[in-house]
């Protein structure tokens, strides 16, 4: 079962743009981590954010994660062309260690 | 390290067949995940190990799949016999700590 869902499940953008990507899900987490799968390629970890953390950041990347809401958002700042990708959330239910992902957001730079 | 390396990475087979996937992970991780990826359904657990146990086989669709894990650097998947629904992206990732997942670059399957 998808513990996480993804909005929008596509956007396009141009070049240096900014590009929000939200993940809501429904139980409690130990952590919230995002991934980024190129076409044909396996998923790449890109940033965790634990529970007791609210904002996170990593080069371009921002994350942050609010428990009362039980959402995520990424942004990625001044985008290139090289950041289209689909785009995942995955969280970590307490006392699980297994990770769940949600349905991806489809993320387009246009040039 | 070379990452986590599936094989094959794509696989035509005709229903009724025997299927084998193999994954061999970081050495030194201790968790081990085999998810499926289809576009209807997206990424699905199917099962996964600690130190070679199998810990939670509960997305595994049904009798028909199974998985083993002989020992640290080695995983199977076995699909037997195959069905056409069977067709999708099987990934196998790897972990330390069941923090971050190191994936393989997957392997397809297509079943006639």
């Known amino acids: 079962s998808q513990q996480g869902e993804e909005d929008p499940q596509a956007l396009s953008i141009q070049e240096g743009e900014n590009a929000t990507m939200n993940c809501s899900y429904k139980t409690s987490i130990n952590n919230l981590q995002w991934y980024r799968q190129n076409s044909g390629r396996g998923l790449v970890h890109l940033i965790l954010?634990?529970?007791?953390?609210r904002e996170k950041h990593s080069g371009r990347l921002r994350v942050t994660l609010d428990t009362s809401k039980k959402s995520s958002s990424l942004l990625i700042t001044a985008s290139r062309a090289a950041d289209t990708a689909s785009y995942f959330c995955?969280?970590?239910?307490?006392?699980?260690?297994?990770?769940?992902f949600g349905q991806g957001t489809r993320l387009t730079i246009n040039p | 390290d070379a990452g986590v390396i599936q094989s094959p990475r794509h696989e035509v087979t005709e229903m009724g067949q025997e299927v084998t996937l193999r994954c061999k992970p970081i050495?030194?991780?201790?968790?081990l995940f085999w998810y499926r990826q289809t576009m209807m359904r997206g990424l699905e657990l199917l099962i996964y190990?600690?130190?070679?146990?199998?810990?939670?086989d509960s997305g595994m669709p049904e009798d028909r799949f199974s998985a083993k894990m002989p020992n640290a650097s080695f995983s199977t998947l076995k699909i037997q016999p195959s069905e056409p629904r069977d067709s999708a992206v099987y990934f196998c990732?790897?972990?330390?700590?069941?923090?971050?997942?190191?994936f393989g670059e997957g392997s397809r399957l297509t079943v006639l």
């Open positions: 990732a790897s972990s330390p700590s069941a923090g971050e997942l190191f």
């Open positions: 190990f600690n130190n070679n146990v199998p810990i939670d």
């Open positions: 995955a969280t970590a239910p307490q006392g699980a260690q297994k990770l769940v």
């Open positions: 050495s030194g991780h201790d968790y």
């Open positions: 954010i634990r529970s007791n953390e």
